[in-house]
């Protein structure tokens, strides 16, 4: 079946914009996650939703940033006030269980002007 | 607060050549993954490992973990060109309750050459 999707796959956005980040997890897939990647890094774990709810929000840098899981499938990432600094990839995971190996998605390069 | 870190960071390699790249970690954790990223794409997973002694091989690659050390290795065995990526280990940082919030590594960029 299909794979985690993430839309869109490239945002350039203009310092103190807001932008929305979309990812559609595996059909099934009760646990979803965020990391962000920075330029020649590994990924940053950002949070962790089991179901609707943000079980593990720590890795969120500041309260610029947020996320939602309403239907507990589909989740936004949503980032206020753009600054240079959050341009990277911000890649979506999903695993069956929480204790299930993850299954990444291809990310969202965003790019802050 | 949980480090990972590996090493070499750069590796240049000829096809047919053996090399081991290693990542070491701070803490006690009870599972560690291997990943794989090509260029521009997503992370593979390549392997989890679950346990002290554990080792996995698929195809070139072998990887095994000592937690007593806290270090795992990723062995490559006469590399073929198709295995140039880069490749990070991770480490489960979640502590008792175990789901997938994982630690990486800088991450090993391999390239083999002819």
């Known amino acids: 079946g299909a794979g985690v999707s993430q839309t869109p796959s490239n945002k350039v956005t203009e310092k103190g914009k807001y932008v929305e980040l979309r990812c559609d997890p595996i059909?099934?897939?009760?646990?979803l996650y965020w990391y962000r990647q920075s330029l020649g890094q590994g990924p940053e774990f950002l949070i962790y939703?089991?179901?609707?709810?943000?079980?593990?929000d720590s890795g969120l840098p500041n309260d610029r940033f947020f996320a939602v899981r309403p239907e507990g499938s589909v989740s936004t990432l949503k980032i206020q006030r753009t600054e240079r600094g959050d341009s990277a990839v911000y890649l979506c995971?999903?695993?069956?269980?929480?204790?299930?190996?993850?299954?990444f998605g291809n990310g969202t390069r965003l790019t802050v002007t | 607060e949980l480090k990972v870190e590996q090493n070499p960071l750069f590796l240049s390699m000829q096809e047919g050549k053996n090399y081991t790249i290693y990542c070491n970690y701070s803490?006690?954790?009870?599972?560690l993954y291997w990943y794989r990223q090509d260029p521009g794409k997503s992370l593979e997973s390549l392997f989890v490992?679950?346990?002290?002694?554990a080792v996995k091989q698929e195809g070139r690659l072998m990887a095994s973990l000592d937690t007593k050390a806290r270090l795992s290795t990723l062995h490559i065995t006469a590399a073929v060109h198709d295995l140039s990526a880069t490749y990070f280990c991770?480490?489960?940082?979640?502590?008792?309750?175990?789901?997938?919030?994982?630690?990486f590594g800088q991450g090993t960029i391999l390239t083999v050459h002819p």
């Open positions: 995971a999903s695993s069956w269980t929480p204790n299930s190996p993850l299954h």
């Open positions: 059909s099934g897939h009760t646990a």
């Open positions: 939703f089991q179901g609707t709810g943000a079980a593990d």
């Open positions: 803490t006690t954790s009870d599972r």
């Open positions: 490992l679950l346990s002290n002694g």
């Open positions: 991770a480490v489960d940082s979640a502590g008792g309750t175990s789901y997938g919030k994982l630690t």
